[in-house]
């Protein structure tokens, strides 16, 4: 199979979606986009809203009017209504199943959301030079789920053009930024009668035509949401009789970063955003962190916890304020399957595109698509995490990250043909199921 | 003069106003409001808008959204559209002019806006319980500006019901809270030919019935905003690329708080407002700080500006940040006159309604007023701060403030016998210019 | 009476004295050496060691070793054996007194003790170029005291070549520095039959030739000594195990010195002394803080004492550290009697070493002087602090800190001539007694 | 060969080093005494003083008056005075070899320092009950470095009560604790001809029992001394004036602390001794930092470097003090060759004493001894450290550290048996030169 031939509709479509980058639970011109190429390539098994979303599973909701202003906004496209009304109230992401014939049932599974941030202007940027930087002012695709949306399009095509017998499931996961989206997929159980899941990345820090066969080390994560109360007071007249929460946030941001480093492993913090305060004269009666904290596994997430905690509880106290700290949506860690990296190793070593291939690397941050691995592995099916390189100009999350378009092709050269030979008659599957 | 009988009708216009408190440049419904009001009272000589305020000394302003969000609202009340045409844009406030005959030139200043915080909803609120708590959430009329307004028009009034002999200008300025209303009226000149200005504020910590004949002590005030630039990173797979605006807001904070004590005097400094970083996973790219600093002199007051400057500076540079410092809307000290504190007082301690007298007394806070004071002052006439107590349950700015409405009565009865004594036939300012 | 004379001697002895700067509870050479002066003017009735200091009222004493030290250093210098053999432990100070015939009872306190810092061999600083600097490394008379002592020695030879009649008793108190001397002296009672106390200060920021009649503004202080106990660790090895106290002090001392300032009036702060950990690489297991919190009442201080262990126990808990906090000496404040203050401003007013004189100035810093006044005033007595000028190139407590020495002469003149003056025919405590 | 017998020996030797712990560069004593036992052992050929320190190599020597206090201590003891001579000055450690017929040159090293901490005086620990704590208040071996010396010593018996063929150098290496005692050696040439050198530490969290046979996972690792200077002031009169070295050090530790964490690896910081500031009552006007910083690897250490660098100038800045920052002794990072490390695992697998084997281990700290492994691998020969498991109750460098006595034996056992195998005919030394 050759997707070669693919590669100006695949930057098409990368294109458009970078123009429009949406944030996590309100991809909604994004999934009614992904959905109609769906349609429009022939799928007609197509999951979304609430149907591929587990009741009560969601977190890191954005606030209503923060969802609506985006729904509205999308409406304003032309998506179709009819998909858009099952969207409403941030049920976005969808699952399109292929099923033709016997044969195995696999997953591949892309995330779709933007970032909140500013997009760089600068001529020297491609997007912006080119003419599709996002069209939606403080949001971006910093990280590349614009191609990866893209390539996931892109195998459910070269698929339905190849004799691949079995079931195959294409994930369009909304929500990864906020490590909200996997959770509910993973609780819905559409992944429980799979046989091999594979997720994949773009970038990280490789360049084109590298491909990683079997990422690992996966930071387990968690979101921390910190409310400092203390009292307000008027900063001239009696700046005594107040209780600055702001002069609390600042004392447990600083000690948030220092928190003793782990002879286990590697941890993480970050006081990603902040505010405090309502006046220049009121000493700030309330104040806010929101934040994460990962390590290397989950006993050192957990440290990191129990330590932030400790930090928020003790600078509220200095400051005579009162502070609730709160753990929200968590994704553990994870391991690649050595049968499917060794496959896609292989695979890669053969491929045209390919210039050179990694075993194994780490990837040294968090990801929500372990919680759809550990799913399947858990079920007794195998999982890996496929890094697809890109030369990208600024770092990941950054105003000016890009991705070379020809990775497009690439990334669904290396997925398509894996999953192909998964489905195939000297599936590795089968031979590990006889091997057992 | 005997105001006692105004009391119902002062209260009733009170609570109209304190239940649609408008922060800073946003007074469009109060302003509307006091114009009807004082057209009612016959009053005919009425500037608004950009006739009271020098063409580009306003400071604070809103964000354009802002100010339309809240013109719109005052749009939607029963405000006369006509006046609010003219305060489009932020241009609120109002000097009514009462011209009797020969006589000085006085001048009476009060302030109308509202504060950008929540006012209380338990029942233990008199404004909550009795109904008249703000309808606009998280403003509120929580430092008395609305009685002020109030007494306002309760002195015209009193001024159109006696023999008043001479000119007086009473200024209902806008955006005293955020010191940026006083600048541009003295600015415009309309308080050139006064011979007396006094101005007044209720509460203070003093109680109903108290009186203070001259308020002083008034801090020199600058606002200070201050911005980091920082350089943004994925905060679990490579932090240390990041530059982090948060961190350095964070040790910003807690050092300037920390500024040394002076020994020349009163200081103060509040980061009020701040906020930083756009998402919880990326190293914050920028934050912000809102404050002010304030100083017995100002000398003082330069003092904090430029030992808080250094601290920013510091504090980036040991983050790999940039900052940058602003000095926004400043204040300088000012004096009540003696001529006018002993006249005050020996009226006061005449008054019915008036139970103890203080000759002076510190503010311990800053006031825009004292811009209008010194421009008096400059041009050879003398002015006054004057304190009318009031048994308030809150302190000032927080959420509980209120005011005891028969301090109202108290406010016009010895503000308008006062001006009525600078216009007789013994006024203190011809004595004194006689004994010059 | 003319002291003019006097210069040459007072310089010598003031070179002496500073030359050997020792610090709290350990004047052993310098109370030797006041004491054999005292003998050779022909005072006969000198009370040292444990006479004058009330038993367990002693406080803020070094270690014994440090003691032990400074005593064996007194011992190698020719001073008197058998005085220093009272002195030993720290027993330090004199009082001097003179009985002649009837008359009030007065008092003089001069203060003796230096400072524990290095003193500057700039060749620009006085005593480093005449050859007096100090000879004990790391000590300096670096407040004056050396000239104190020297102006009180000064004031017995003029009063004994005088007419005085009545009885004065010198008091060379030690450890005002830390706070520590007054107190013992106060509860021994040799204060208590006191009419007409005096106490002084050179310097404070007022030109040779200038005297304040009567300083006020003594800021109440305490010392504050914090101990943060955490566990150790190895620092490459395992440094999550640790509970590290020099971070916790860190964050306490930031934190600090940046408690609210307070709207009743003056705050200070100062964490003084610091240290902590044993070796590089061990997570620091403990640290302290040596310090003080002032204020410009009592209830200042007390604020000061509240919000600083506030900020020591949050501080402690963030990073789970134990913290102890105890408050040490302390002093209050005081205000100089007007009987005094006129009769000074008077005097000095005449003298022709006294080019002006100011009526009242305050300190705006602390001094255990206040019990001694305290004690005083309880008693039906009047008590004072006087200033008297001198240019010095260095602020107090730095090493470039000096005195003009011909200061000496009018501090001897001023303060004899209103002891003479108090005890003599037209002495105002009389009148006042008379008044009453 | 059997060394169960030495077992009372080795415990009588350690529990007379543990007794008298000497912290880096101070080792007289113990020097002293290590070569009083070579010397009895039958050694002929000791190494001391100068002749095995590179001239001007040594670093982080105490001051002198620290040197001359420990020595002064040691000559008090029945070391002998000849032996002590020579290490005068800090010249400590020694250097054994036995020369015996042809053979490879093989070296051993252990470090013999202790460090200066408090040693518990809990009956728990097992040292003060068994009455051999430390009878130097202050100082203790709270890492196991008596029983290295013991080893040592154990290994030289050993190797000369055997058959051994070939040069065996022991290497009694001072100052392991301050990184400061292998470069010197190092530099000095005597490891240059050596084809093997072996290295080990006791402890490090693995049970008595158990041998690890390669240790890597050295941290690279560089001390930090950082200086601040700031003006003096009075704290209570004129704080203003000050520039307060002590904030400055609080604001640099917590933010060295929170120094971003590194993709590339585990880093490390500790702000191990804190001091600063002369007295409560004036502002500091020095203060001082003695830390270290490491990395997983050189560039990592460098990244700790350079951002410690920019956090203490930003410290500084912000309150106007000046800041030093000096880099010390630094260790590189190092592997265990392959070679040793199968021969040790073969061998400790097959004696008596041990219990379990680990083939390698990370020791995720720092260890001078790194640059001893450097000097023989870039002069052609293998290095390996091994880790030999003993239970200790309290953590390395805690107050209740210690080892279990039987481990002495086990290393013994394991070292003397390795050297014998390589100095033997079946070397695996000469197969691979021979496989060259």
């Not at 017998?165 to 819905?188: D, R, Y």
């Not at 220092?258 to 590697?266: N, V």
């Not at 440290?303 to 600078?315: C, I, N, P, S």
Request: with cysteine.
């Amino acid at each position: 199979m050759d997707v070669t031939e693919y590669e100006e509709w695949l930057t098409s479509l990368r294109r458009e979606l970078h123009q429009r980058p949406e944030p996590a639970w309100r991809e909604f011109y994004t999934t009614a986009r992904i959905v109609e190429e769906l349609e429009s390539l022939g799928v007609d098994d197509i999951l979304i809203g609430r149907e591929i979303l587990a009741d009560g599973e969601r977190s890191e909701l954005p606030e209503e009017g923060e969802l609506e202003r985006w729904f509205e906004q999308a409406r304003e496209t032309d998506a179709d209504d009819a998909i858009l009304d099952q969207l409403e109230g941030g049920y976005t992401g969808a699952i399109a199943t292929i099923e033709r014939g016997d044969g195995p049932t696999l997953a591949l599974r892309v995330d779709i959301d933007g970032l909140p941030r500013l997009e760089s202007e600068s001529p020297a940027h491609y997007p912006a030079a080119e003419g599709f930087r996002s069209i939606h002012e403080g949001a971006m695709h910093a990280c590349g789920h614009d191609a990866h949306a893209t390539i996931g399009l892109g195998v459910v095509r070269a698929v339905l053009e190849s004799d691949f017998a079995g079931t195959l499931k294409v994930i369009f996961q909304p929500a990864e930024e906020v490590i909200g989206g996997a959770k509910p997929i993973a609780e819905s159980g559409h992944l429980d009668d799979v046989d091999a899941l594979m997720a994949l990345h773009i970038g990280l820090d490789h360049p084109t035509g590298e491909v990683v066969a079997g990422v690992d080390g996966f930071l387990a994560v968690s979101h921390i949401d910190v409310a400092f109360a203390g009292e307000p007071a008027h900063a001239g007249a009696e700046p005594n009789v107040g209780r600055n929460a702001n002069v609390a946030l600042a004392t447990a941001v600083q000690n948030m970063y220092a928190i003793p480093r782990h002879k286990d492993g590697e941890t993480r913090i970050n006081a990603g955003v902040i505010k405090g305060g309502s006046a220049s004269n009121i000493i700030a009666e309330e104040a806010s962190i929101h934040g994460e904290v990962r390590g290397e596994t989950t006993a050192l997430m957990e440290y990191m916890k129990e330590r932030a905690t400790e930090v928020v509880e003790g600078a509220a106290a200095m400051h005579g304020c009162d502070a609730t700290v709160e753990f929200g949506a968590e994704a553990p860690s994870a391991e690649s399957d050595e049968l499917l990296v060794e496959l896609v190793a292989g695979l890669a070593a053969e491929s045209k595109h390919v210039e050179n291939v990694l075993y194994r690397d780490d990837l040294g941050g968090s990801e929500d698509a372990t919680y759809l691995m550990q799913r399947v592995q858990d079920n007794g099916g195998v999982a890996s995490y496929v890094g697809i390189g890109t030369d990208h100009p600024g770092g990941h999350h950054t105003a000016t990250f890009d991705v070379e378009e020809e990775s497009l092709v690439i990334g669904v050269d290396v997925l398509a043909n894996a999953l192909l030979e998964l489905a195939g008659e000297n599936s590795p599957l089968v031979t590990a199921e006889a091997g057992q």
